[in-house]
C-alpha cells in the first residue's frame, strides 16, 4: 500500500534534548512537508521541500531542522531551542491534481516534553 | 486579520440534516480550496478540493465556492454520527503567497447527534 509513515507515533522528550521525527512515503511524490499542530489551533508549517536536497522555512522554522537527501524520506530535528516543542506533529506528501496541489498526511507523531 | 477563518464550533445537526460549514479566506489570488476531516487524535483527511467558482458534488458532500466574496463552503447532507469531527478547511495562496504553501484554518468542529 501507498502511503506516508511516522515515527515514532509517541515520543517523550527531556527538555535540553534533540529528538528526530522520522518521515518516509513510498508515494512518489515530490513535496513533502511538516506541519505542526496544537489544540484548538489549526496546522502550522514548519518546513517544506519541493525537490532532494532542498527546503524551506515555513511559518514557525525557528527551533526545527530538516534534511531531504532522499525523495522518500524527510526527517524533522526538533532541536533544543525550541521552547514550546509539545505538540503533534504530522507529515505529508504531495501531488498536482487538476493544477491543485493535494496533500495527504502521515498518521502523525505526538512529541511531549517532561 | 487571520488568512482562513473558521467558526469552531462546536456545530450540532440531528442526524439526517445538512451541515453547513463556512470558511473565508483572504488572499484575493488564492487558487485552489481543501476541505479536510479529521477525527480527533488522528491526522487529517481530504474530503474533496475545488478551483472554480460554483459548486463540486461527491456522494454526500458539496463543496461551494466564491472567490468574489472570498469565501468556501462544506456541505454535508443526511449527516451521520460518524460524521462527527473536525473540518479543516486549507487554502492555496496565490503566487505571492508562496506556491505551492497550503494555509490552513483552525477548523470547526461538528456534532452529528442521534
Known amino acids: 500500500d501507498g502511503g506516508i509513515t511516522q515515527s515514532p507515533k509517541y515520543l517523550f522528550r527531556k527538555e535540553g534534548q534533540n529528538v528526530t521525527l522520522s518521515c518516509e512515503q513510498n508515494?512518489?511524490?515530490?513535496?513533502m512537508y511538516w506541519y505542526r499542530q496544537d489544540p484548538g489551533q489549526g496546522l502550522r508549517l514548519i518546513y517544506y521541500?519541493?525537490?532532494?536536497?532542498?527546503?524551506q522555512k515555513g511559518d514557525i522554522a525557528e527551533g526545527y531542522s530538516v534534511s531531504r537527501e532522499k525523495k522518500e524520506s524527510f526527517p524533522l530535528t526538533v532541536t533544543s531551542a525550541q521552547k514550546n516543542p509539545t505538540a503533534f506533529y504530522l507529515c505529508?506528501?504531495?501531488?498536482?491534481?487538476?493544477?491543485?496541489?493535494?496533500?495527504?498526511f502521515g498518521a502523525g507523531s505526538r512529541l511531549t516534553v517532561l | 486579520q487571520k488568512e482562513v477563518e473558521q467558526n469552531s464550533g462546536p456545530l450540532s445537526v440531528p442526524e439526517g440534516a445538512i451541515a453547513s460549514l463556512n470558511c473565508t479566506y483572504s488572499d484575493r489570488g488564492s487558487q485552489s480550496f481543501f476541505w479536510y476531516r479529521q477525527y480527533s487524535g488522528k491526522s487529517p483527511e481530504l474530503i474533496m478540493f475545488?478551483?472554480?467558482?460554483g459548486d463540486k458534488e461527491d456522494g454526500r458532500f458539496t463543496a461551494q465556492l466564491n472567490k468574489a466574496s472570498q469565501y468556501v463552503s462544506l456541505l454535508i447532507r443526511d449527516s451521520q454520527p460518524s460524521d462527527s469531527a473536525t473540518y479543516l478547511c486549507?487554502?492555496?495562496?496565490?503566487?505571492?503567497?508562496?506556491?505551492?504553501?497550503?494555509?490552513f484554518g483552525t477548523g470547526t468542529q461538528l456534532k452529528v447527534e442521534l
Open positions: 505529508a506528501s504531495s501531488i498536482t491534481v487538476s493544477g491543485a496541489n493535494v496533500l495527504t
Open positions: 486549507a487554502v492555496n495562496p496565490g503566487v505571492t503567497g508562496g506556491g505551492n504553501k497550503l494555509t
Open positions: 475545488i478551483y472554480s467558482n
Open positions: 521541500s519541493q525537490i532532494v536536497n532542498d527546503f
Open positions: 508515494l512518489n511524490h515530490d513535496a
